[in-house]
Nanobody
Framework: QVQLAESGGGSVQAGGSLRLSCAASGYTFSRYSRSFCIYWFRQTPGAEREGLAVTYTGGGGPRYADSVKGRFVASLDNGKTTLHLEMSSVRVEDTGIYYC???????????????????????WGQGTQVTVSS
């Protein structure tokens, strides 16, 4: 079991930066903590949910969707309980609700859920609104 809570959303001007955070809690704080995949997705009204970034708490670096590669940077804190998303050079089309999601040891690895819009992921946060103005 893992609980996820997003924060950091708000309004930002195009070209600016914003930092989102996803705090994970639950069994991750015990000595029996399990590694898991943790993701950022976004949902724009009228469009399909889009995977943005994923990282595995057991090691390795983040992976990104092509649409945000080079603009968004995902990073884990030292305790591997919070996934940040540094958004830079934001554009109006980045507007949407940003969701954190997680999965323990998914078959086929973490990246597949980034590609399939997160369909089948077990744990989701409530989302945080990001609005980019021109």
């Amino acid at each position: 079991q893992v609980q996820l809570a997003e924060s950091g959303g708000g309004s930002v001007q195009a070209g600016g930066s914003l930092r989102l955070s996803c705090a994970a809690s639950g069994y991750t704080f015990s000595r029996y903590s399990r590694s898991f995949c943790i993701y950022w997705f976004r949902q724009t009204p009228g469009a399909e949910r889009e995977g943005l970034a994923v990282t595995y708490t057991g090691g390795g670096g983040p992976r990104y969707a092509d649409s945000v590669k080079g603009r968004f940077v995902a990073s884990l804190d030292n305790g591997k309980t919070t996934l940040h998303l540094e958004m830079s050079s934001v554009r109006v089309e980045d507007t949407g609700i940003y969701y954190c999601a997680a999965e323990y040891e998914p078959p086929g690895g973490c990246f597949r859920y980034l590609l399939n819009r997160g369909d089948g992921l077990t744990y989701w946060g409530q989302g945080t609104q990001v609005t980019v103005s021109s």
